[in-house]
């Protein structure tokens, strides 16, 4: 049974940084595309942030993040990991991880991001 669970949103003032977390169990993690996504208030789910399996170190960023975000993982771990700086008002929203296996999407149930002052 595939799980992702996220933690680490919270509130923060603009500027400031956090770091989330995508603990994923029931698939072969080492061996996926894993994605960040998020959704504002009233906005439509967005992808944030991609990164390869093991070996490609593959990764793509939607313009409003590069430069300020960072996504990595740890195979060893399970674990996917989004870092985001200089957090700006419009980084708020929900924060999904996901990963395609066998044709399927799975999400998890989100971590909060709020970023006001």
């Known amino acids: 049974q595939v799980q992702l669970v996220e933690s680490g949103g919270g509130l923060v003032q603009p500027g400031g940084s956090l770091r989330l977390s995508c603990a994923a169990s029931?698939?072969?993690?080492?061996?996926?595309?894993m994605n960040w996504y998020r959704q504002g208030r009233g906005k439509e789910r967005e992808m944030v942030a991609s990164?390869?399996?093991?070996?490609?170190?593959?990764?793509s960023y939607a313009d409003s993040v590069k430069d300020r975000f960072t996504i990595s993982r740890d195979d060893a771990k399970n674990t996917l990991y989004l870092q985001m700086t200089n957090l700006k008002s419009e980084d708020s929203g929900v924060y999904y991880c996901n990963t395609v296996v066998r044709g399927a999407y799975y999400w998890g149930k989100g971590t909060l991001v709020t970023v006001s002052s």
């Open positions: 029931g698939f072969a993690f080492s061996e996926r595309f």
């Open positions: 990164i390869g399996w093991t070996g490609t170190t593959s990764s």
